[in-house]
């Protein structure tokens, strides 16, 4: 492209559009041929608040993990911080690879009756339910301390495993229900409203039904309490996916008559720079609110010592979610995602070094500064799954081919590259600072580990999130108004198909 004049260049872009129309032939619109055969509904508030069922589920399981795994396994099986980081890294690592092994197969998979990505859904949300209860099964605590590690890992492995063969489905989804910009912006808002629903309740109550109190007034995690929680939060979460499963509805289906070669699909990949840059992004965002959760108990159960605070904290990091979402649409739509959530990082990067500067040691002062924070680093949680779904458009955009389930797949890879970093390094920075992991809750840690506790719980958080609004800034190119161009260009396409 380089060697040839200006004339020559425009001549192949124009070929290049004839060749995407050509490409989307063998990728026909097949909705007719879904939903058990009956007409199809038009986009609507079922398909909101079916699809905000899946993450109230979702976040019901991956709550109690998210908010309890890390000092499950040290306060209560004795598992160094070292040797869980590095069990958590392992398993996220196979897990980013589950997860674009799930996503292939979605793409190349014959349509159900339902449509591509609910059969995957209907069939694995009981064995990524069974999968939470084996990690906290209380009679391991008995065990050998080989034993614990063994039997951790492959519990672990499992339920990552299970967790991409629902969950790379489920995200898929959101770009079959609808191919309008604004309705999937709705869907991504639904959706986190829907993780703060579960997660947010499961942090507010849980704290209070899984710790004891010791003879020296310790706050001590309970095994065989976070066991029983963890059947509740089952129960609870195959209530949701049913009524998931019943309310959404595929709209965007095209069925792969030529299912596209892995190297073609790899090489159109690497050249998507709207993916490259939003994994890049993601990475570091991800890791900073994947450090801050970790941190958050150990600041509220260590540093202050006071579990009604922990309990506001969990909330608070699922309520702001839902403080957002009556702003977020219509900031997106006058805006832009691009611009509202890199503002948004950019202040809640300097908060943090605010907090940090001031060195709080009133709990609840922290705890309001923390609010703010979260509320602002939220604005990317909550357009997380929009983002996507525009990355999906832009890549049939550039490509001309449509690839639901591998590109959110990618994405995900994406977040467990950065899940697999915090895994690691969190545990090997506390081992660094001198944590001491106890199960008794009786040992005292010195004040070097509580002031590096706070360091950390601040100071990597403001690097982290200040990169990440950098490169939305000055990397990403979906604007408000390229996202414009792309959907007008896709509608001509579509159209072209069904005729």
């Known amino acids: 492209y380089i060697s040839l004049n200006r004339m020559h260049i425009k001549f192949l872009n124009s070929e290049r559009e004839d060749i995407k129309m050509d490409a989307m032939s063998d990728q026909q619109p097949l909705a007719v041929k879904v939903n058990g055969g009956k007409p199809i509904p038009k986009f609507g508030l079922r398909d909101k608040i079916g699809y905000a069922f899946g993450d109230v589920g979702t976040t019901f399981l991956m709550g109690i993990l998210a908010s309890f ?5 040290t306060n209560v099986l004795g598992i160094s911080p070292v040797i869980s980081g590095t069990i958590l890294s392992v ?3 196979v897990g980013a690879f589950t997860d674009l092994a799930v996503g292939r197969m979605a793409d190349k998979r014959h349509l159900g009756k339902k449509g591509r ?3 995957w859904i209907k069939s694995m949300k ?3 339910g069974l999968s939470v209860l084996l990690i906290y099964m209380p009679f391991i605590q008995s065990w050998s301390m080989g034993a614990k ?4 890992s492959c519990a672990s492995i499992f339920y990552i495993a299970c967790l991409s063969a ?3 489905p489920y995200g898929s989804l959101a770009a079959a229900i609808s191919s309008d910009p604004d309705d999937r912006t709705s869907l991504s808002i639904y959706r986190s409203v829907g993780s703060a629903i579960g997660a947010g309740g499961t942090g507010f109550v849980l704290p209070y039904l899984v710790y004891t109190t010791s003879k020296t007034g310790q706050q001590i995690l309970s095994g065989t309490r976070l066991f029983y929680c963890a059947i509740g939060c089952f129960l609870l979460a195959m209530i949701c996916y049913t009524i998931m499963y019943t309310l959404t509805t595929e709209r965007v289906v095209v069925e792969h008559k030529n299912p596209v070669k892995g190297g073609k699909l790899a090489a ?3 050249k998507d720079r709207a993916l490259i840059s939003f994994l890049a992004a993601e990475i570091v965002i991800v890791l900073s609110t994947s450090f801050s959760s970790f941190l958050t108990t150990y600041m509220f159960s260590t540093y202050f010592q006071s579990k009604q605070a922990l309990s506001i904290a969990l909330l608070f990091n699922y309520a702001n979610t839902i403080v957002l979402s009556f702003f977020a649409k219509p900031l997106a739509s006058k805006f832009g995602k691009k611009k509202i959530v890199s503002i948004a990082l950019f202040m809640s990067s300097i908060l943090y070094l605010v907090v940090y500067i001031m060195q709080i040691h009133n709990v609840w002062l922290y705890l309001v500064l923390s609010f703010f924070t979260t509320l602002c680093f939220s604005m990317f949680n909550i357009m997380t799954w929009a983002f996507m779904t525009d990355v999906i458009d832009y890549h049939q955009y550039v490509s001309g081919m449509r690839e639901d389930g591998t590109i959110y797949s990618v994405n995900m890879f994406g977040r467990k590259v950065a899940q697999t970093l915090n895994s690691f390094f969190s545990g090997a920075i506390l081992t660094a600072i001198g944590y001491k992991a106890s199960t008794t809750g009786s040992l005292t840690q010195s004040p070097e580990v509580l002031r590096g506790i706070y360091a950390l719980a601040t100071l990597v958080p403001f690097v982290l999130l200040m990169i990440g609004a950098l490169i939305l800034t000055f990397w990403y ?9 792309v959907s007008a260009k896709l509608k001509v396409v579509n159209k072209t198909n069904k005729e």
Not at 477 to 484: D, F, G, V
């Open 69 to 73: 795994e890390s000092i499950y396994f």
């Open 91 to 93: 398993t996220t690592i």
């Open 117 to 119: 990505f609910h059969p």
């Open 126 to 128: 009981w064995a990524l």
């Open 149 to 152: 590690i063994t039997y951790i």
């Open 166 to 168: 629902f969950n790379i």
């Open 268 to 270: 159109s990949l690497f």
């Open 477 to 485: 190119p979906l604007s408000k108004k390229e996202l414009e161009k």
